[in-house]
């Protein structure tokens, strides 16, 4: 079965820390780029981190410096550091696989995980 699937979520206090997994299964991630987004209740779904098959990355100026995306290829595994949270960073956390990170078009995509920032 081709699938990703999102862990790592939680709830943290702001200014905390919480590290994302997305796991691919049935194919292999390393031939994508893979994108993280994000949809909080009642907004659209934002792009937040990508990082292509060649390894260049990308971030939204909401997250830049203080979230990192990087892939293990061995563990076809895609992970997403994020530091110094912040009560509007609460969402539902999905990756996705791309033919390439400017593309709109989701290959394959996972349920999500919730990451919750609250004191």
């Known amino acids: 079965q081709l699938q990703l699937l999102e862990s790592g979520g939680g709830v943290v206090q702001p200014g905390g820390s919480l590290r994302l997994a997305c796991v691919a299964s049935?194919?292999?991630?390393?031939?994508?780029?893979i994108g993280w987004f994000r949809q909080a209740p009642g907004k659209e779904p934002e792009g937040v981190s990508c990082?292509?098959?060649?390894?260049?990355?990308n971030y939204a100026d909401s997250v830049k410096g203080r979230f990192t995306i990087s892939r293990d290829n061995a563990k076809n595994t895609v992970f997403l550091q994020m530091n110094s949270l912040k009560p509007e960073d609460t969402a539902n956390y999905y990756c996705?696989?791309?033919?390439?990170?400017?593309?709109?078009?989701?290959?394959?995509w996972g349920q999500g995980t919730q990451v919750t920032v609250s004191s």
């Open positions: 996705a696989a791309l033919s390439a990170c400017y593309s709109r078009k989701y290959e394959y």
């Open positions: 049935g194919f292999t991630a390393n031939f994508y780029a």
């Open positions: 990082i292509s098959s060649g390894s260049s990355t």
